[in-house]
Structure formats: C-alpha cells, structure tokens
C-alpha cells in the first residue's frame, strides 16, 4: 500500500527509512564479555537475555558471548552452564537450534581479578575472536561483579589495551548498581571508570529504566494532550512512588548490611522515576536532550526539612506474609544483630521550579511489605468546589494518575463516580489500562532491552555520572543523619512499613496508598 494523499507532511515510508524507531534494530558485528558471570544476576538475568536477543534475531550472526571467571572450565563446560541458565530463565521459547547457532561464539576465560595472567588471556582471546567471529573488535564489558572491584577491573581493562577503542572499533563498559556508596565514592568511582573509558562510552545499569512502563511515563506525558495540562502544582497535590517488596533477605542479610534499602532503591531506581514524572519536556528523544532534562530537574530538587520529621525508616520484624509466617530481619542468617541498616525507607523531595513548587514527592520502599508492588501515583488536588451534601461525598477520596511499574504492567486513572441508586453518592473508581490486554506482544525483559542498547551504542536509557551524584547529594544528608539516630523501628513484616512513615505524611494531613 502506497502512502495515502492524506499522509502527514514528512511522512516517510518505514519499509525504507532505516531510522524508523518502530523497526526493530539489529546489533551490528560485536561480542559481550561478562565479568562475574557465574554470580546470580549473570545466570538469572543476563545470560538468558542474550539468549532471548537472539532468538528475536536482533543479534548479529558472528556474536561472541565471553565468560570471564574464577573457575577453571573449557568452553564447553561454559556452554553447558550457559545453556542451563538460558533454559531455565529465557522468556521466549527455548529451541535447540538458536542455542547451538549462540553456542558457536561462546568462550570461557579463567581469571581472578587480581591475577593479571587471566587479563592477558582475554585480550588474546578478543583479539582471535576478530577473525573467529568477525566480531571487527567490538566489545562490550560487562562487571556484574562486587562494586569493590569495579576499579580493579577497569584498570586491568586498561592495561591489557582491552578498554582501547581504535577508529573503526568501540569498547564500551556497563556498570551494575550501586555505583558508590555515597556521592564522595560515587565521584571516586567516576573518576576512576573516566580514566580508562570515554563518558560516552560509559553505560550505567539502571534496569528499572529498561521497563516498558517507565519508558511509557514519557509516552503518557508528551504523546497526549490530556495530561500535561494538569501535570503541575495547581492541580497536583503530591506524588507518591512505591517500589515494596514482599519478600525479606533471606540468605543475603549478611551483603545487604551496611546497603539498606536507601541505598539499594532510592539512590537509582526511585530518584530515576522521579526525574522523569518531574522533568520538562525534553526537546526531542535523543539521549542528550533526556538527560538534559534529568539534570535540569534534578538540580532543582532538595530534599524537605527538617530530616527527623520529612523521612522514615524502619526494619521488619517478624510476622505473616500472606498464609505464611516468615522471621523478622534480626533473626535471618548471617544478619549482624548490630547492624542498624534499614530495610524501610522513606523521603521526601520538593521540585524547586515554576511547576512543582509546593509539590512533595514522596519516595519510599521496603522488603517485606503488604505486596510486591512499584507504582508512581500522582494523586491531584480536591476539586475546589463540591455542590453535594458532605455525607454525599463521604468515600470520595482525591483523584489520581497510577503507573502501575510491576507487576498488572498498566495505568489507572481514579476518580468519583454516582453510586447506582435513587440517592446520591459519590464514591471513587478506576479506569484501567493493561499492558496484558491492550497489545498483544509481550514487554522485553529490561536487561533485554538494556543489552541490545548497549551493543547498539543507544545510551538514552542510561543514567550519566552528572546524575548519579545528584541522587546521592540529595541521599547523603539522609543517611548521615541516620547514622548517628540509633536503630530503626521495627515494622511487622505483611504490613506497609513503620509507624514513622505514616506519621511522616500525618503532617501534612496524607497517607500512604495502600496499593
Ligand atoms: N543479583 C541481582 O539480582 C542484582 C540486581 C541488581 C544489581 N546487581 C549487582 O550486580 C552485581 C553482581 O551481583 P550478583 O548478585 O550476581 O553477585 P554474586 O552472585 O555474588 O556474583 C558475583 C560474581 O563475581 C565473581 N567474582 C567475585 N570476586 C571475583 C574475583 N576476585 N575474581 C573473579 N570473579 C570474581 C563471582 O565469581 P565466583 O563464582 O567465582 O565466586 C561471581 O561470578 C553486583 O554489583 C550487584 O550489586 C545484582
């Protein structure tokens, strides 16, 4: 079918503009080595994201996939692991077929992060990949590892030539969180990765921002109309982000210590959805101009005052998760009884500009809550007016925007509506909107999506180092006052987080959604 007469101005044949965004986009020639990649994210996440890469064939033909680690397999016993954890965490069908087509670039290099000998091993390994699998020296380093050893691993990149990207070939490197510990680490650890690889060439894990829902906010605020004129303090009220566990730390109290959910949640995935219900519209979907917009938000951000009244805290105890009774934090394994790190945490931040002012964000999450749940709720001021008899609108709560993140992936929209009857009653409903019903495909996993940007060279959903410290100015006041206010309060675990959290919102007069 030809272009119709009635074609938008511009309009341009998608079957013949390769830079048609609705295309699918293919890596071109390259190879991904992983560092850690026996350690739990590899073999849940990632692994199984190459694989469903290429079994959507957005891969190029002559992918390498390469295992760098401390065991000492061959490349077969590294397939055979990899195709196990491709099995069990792929999201498309799993077919023999594309795995032995994937299996063909897989190689698996020995080495220990203080050993100089396995780096060596992986600049030889990369460089005969070249003519192997015509891979044209294009590599991307992924350090799913400890972040204590993201600087070692750098520096051995850069020994090695590894990090060294020459006219015709890219190297790039890809960050898991927590990027820092706080903003002086934060600003030492981008000191340290500038040292040996280019800003641009730098591609910060934030997996929340590969979600098909967060990418939506920007879909839902700038494709329509009908919300951005009320996107603002004079018809928001505030805004309040959940992202609630309702599992505890089972095993892994012991590396969670000294983290805490601040830090683990709040610092990257929080602040990230924040800054983009908050930001301008940016000039266009290019990676500079959203960034741009982040920044311009975040640096009008602060955190409200004072401290002691404007954030919460707290760690579970035990109690009932649903049908079953679970352990509170203090009796986990490998849990240091000392430690005062929080498994709640909650705050508050106001928007310094024109559109915000007035507004507070509140940002809070937890392990062992009511429900696994992250959602941002825009919740909208009381109409100024209400021509009914007060009992009439006794159930009518204020009217609210909810970006269901995860899981029910969607968007509802509550506001009054007459309950059927002879009388009048107003109470509240919802207009729903589900990613399940409404397409037909199915959202990409976010490393998915992440992965094949990053072999793209796409760095839009990546938050840059200018970002990353701006969430952790507004964290550290936070936690250094934290640090010296005695231990959490206890929460009872199924429930929705200490009793300081609603009392922080009881101030102003608001409470918590019960999601
Ligand atoms: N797991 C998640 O869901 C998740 C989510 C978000 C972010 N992250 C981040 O992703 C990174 C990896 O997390 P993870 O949960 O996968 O950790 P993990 O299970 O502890 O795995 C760590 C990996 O690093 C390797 N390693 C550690 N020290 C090494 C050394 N000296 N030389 C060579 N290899 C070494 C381990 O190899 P061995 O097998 O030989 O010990 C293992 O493969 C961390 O930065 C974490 O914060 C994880």
């Given at each position: 079918m030809s272009p119709s007469t009635d074609a938008p101005a511009g309009w341009v044949n998608p079957l013949r503009d390769?830079?048609?965004?609705?295309l699918p986009r293919i890596a071109g020639s390259a190879g991904l080595v992983i560092f850690g990649v026996t350690g739990d994210l590899s073999k849940k996440k990632l692994i199984p994201a190459v694989y469903d890469l290429a079994n959507r064939g957005l891969?190029?033909?002559?992918f390498a996939l390469v295992g760098f680690g401390r065991?000492?397999?061959t490349h077969a016993e590294f397939a055979a692991f990899a195709r196990e954890s491709a099995r069990e965490g792929c999201r498309t069908p799993f077919r023999d077929d594309v795995w032995e087509r994937l299996a063909e670039g897989l190689r698996f290099v020995t080495g220990s992060f203080d050993d100089d000998a396995g780096f060596d091993a992986l600049a030889a390994q990369l460089t005969a990949l070249e003519t192997e699998?015509?891979?044209?020296g294009n590599y991307a380093f992924y350090l799913?590892?400890?972040?204590?050893d993201f600087p070692t691993v750098c520096r051995h990149l850069e020994r090695t030539g590894c990090a060294r990207a020459t006219d015709l070939s890219w190297r790039r490197v890809v960050i898991e969180k927590p990027?820092?510990?706080d903003l002086a680490s934060a600003r030492e650890l981008n000191e340290v990765v500038a040292a040996v690889f280019p800003e641009d060439s730098v591609f910060r894990i934030d997996?929340?921002?590969?979600k098909e829902t967060v990418q939506n906010i920007l879909a839902l605020r700038f494709?329509?109309?009908?919300?951005e004129p009320v996107w603002n303090g004079n018809h928001v009220d505030h805004v309040q982000i959940t992202m609630a566990e309702d599992?505890?730390?089972?095993?892994r109290a012991g590396y969670y210590d000294g983290i805490g959910a601040a830090r683990d949640v709040i610092q990257n995935h929080l602040i990230q959805l924040m800054a983009l219900v908050a930001m301008e519209e940016p000039t266009d979907f290019s990676a500079s101009a959203l960034r741009a917009e982040k920044i311009k938000v975040l640096e009008s951000t602060s955190l409200a005052l004072p401290i002691a009244e404007t954030t919460a805290r707290g760690q579970y105890a035990g109690g009932w998760q649903g049908s079953e009774q679970v352990v509170g934090l203090k009796e986990e394994?490998?849990?240091?009884?000392a430690s005062t790190t929080e498994t709640f945490a909650a705050l508050t931040l106001e928007v310094h500009n024109r559109r915000w002012a007035g507004v507070p964000f509140y940002l809070r999450t937890g392990k062992r809550l009511g429900r696994r749940v992250t959602e941002i709720a825009v919740v909208f001021r009381r109409a100024?007016?209400?021509?009914?008899?007060a009992t009439m609108t006794e159930e009518l709560g204020k009217n609210a925007l909810v970006i269901?993140?995860?899981?029910?992936?969607g968007v509802t929209l509550r506001f009054g509506s007459k309950v059927p009857g002879t009388a009048m009653e107003v109470r509240d409903v919802n207009m729903d909107f589900a990613y399940g019903e409404a397409f037909t495909e199915s959202s990409p996993e976010a490393y998915e999506r992440l992965i094949l940007d990053v072999l793209l060279g796409e760095p839009s959903l990546f938050p840059v180092s200018r970002e990353v410290e701006l969430s952790w100015e507004l964290l550290d006041p936070v936690l250094e006052q934290w640090a010296v206010s005695g231990p959490p309060e206890q929460y009872q675990s199924g429930?929705?987080?200490?009793?300081g959290a609603d009392e922080m919102l009881a101030r102003s007069g608001r409470t918590w959604r019960r999601p």
């Open positions: 390769p830079r048609d965004r609705r891969l190029p033909p002559g065991r000492r397999w699998r015509g891979t044209g799913s590892i400890p972040p204590d990027f820092g510990h997996h929340y921002l590969g494709a329509n109309q009908l919300f599992i505890g730390l089972g095993g394994e490998g849990y240091d009884p100024p007016h209400l021509p009914f008899d269901r993140v995860q899981p029910d992936e429930t929705w987080g200490p009793r």
